[in-house]
């Protein structure tokens, strides 16, 4: 059963780049990894999807080494805005879909 | 516009009594999705379906049941047998359930009064 390992809490300073990474040891072949973004009350907001190595979009860049044991959610630039929770998703096989600890972001001025 | 919609917003019911909130989505999506969020924790997942008059429970089915009767729709019903019921609902949907990402609507607030 794939489980995942994030900080419970970061902080930044707008303008400065953030990397969030997450443990996910036990992921299977077949499985993807996946970044959303939550606001208070709000439903998580996809962020990022990757397999292996580097993804970018106009958003985020996600990091995976060769084993595929963790990955990084990297933010540049970061803005107040961005103070959310960042929640890392992994496939397991056995159907069941869990979502990390989530890491809260603050972003101060 | 496509997308996953849940109502209602803000829900409040007493003690004992029986109460479904609902889920409907026009993305054409296969699998449903319902979780739960207690203030200031992550999500955990109540029921999914992958097709339709198909469901699997999650991590916390207990006290909650599901239907799927239509592609489009995933009620939730929170039953009285439901020791805590007071927390955030959100539902989602994804093309299959091993396809990520999902889509999620903008959640129910229910209060046990």
């Known amino acids: 059963l794939a489980k995942t390992t994030q900080p419970i809490s970061m902080d930044s300073y707008e303008g400065q780049e953030v990397n969030i990474t997450c443990s996910h040891n036990n992921i299977a072949t077949n499985d993807y990894i996946t970044w959303y973004q939550q606001f208070p009350s709000q439903g998580p907001r996809f962020i990022i999807q990757g397999y292996k190595t580097k993804v970018t979009n106009e958003v985020a860049s996600l990091f995976i080494p060769a084993d595929r044991k963790s990955s990084t959610l990297s933010l540049p630039r970061v803005s107040l805005s961005d103070t959310a929770v960042y929640y890392c998703l992994v496939g397991d096989n056995t159907d069941k879909l869990i979502f990390g600890t989530g890491t809260r972001l603050q972003v101060f001025p | ?113």
């Open chain 2, 1 to 113: 516009d496509g997308g996953i919609t849940q109502s209602p917003k803000y829900l409040f019911r007493k003690e004992g009594q029986n109460v479904t909130l609902s889920c409907e989505q026009n993305l054409n999506h296969d699998a449903m999705y319902w979780y739960r969020q207690d203030p200031g924790q992550g999500l955990r997942l109540i029921y999914y379906s992958q097709i339709v008059n198909d469901f699997q429970k999650g991590d916390i089915a207990e006290g909650y049941s599901v239907s799927r009767e239509k592609k489009e729709s995933f009620p939730l019903t929170v039953t009285s047998a439901q020791k805590n019921p007071t927390a955030f609902y959100l539902c989602a949907s994804s093309f299959d359930h091993l396809t990520y990402g999902y889509t999620f609507g903008s959640g129910t607030r229910l209060t046990v009064v």
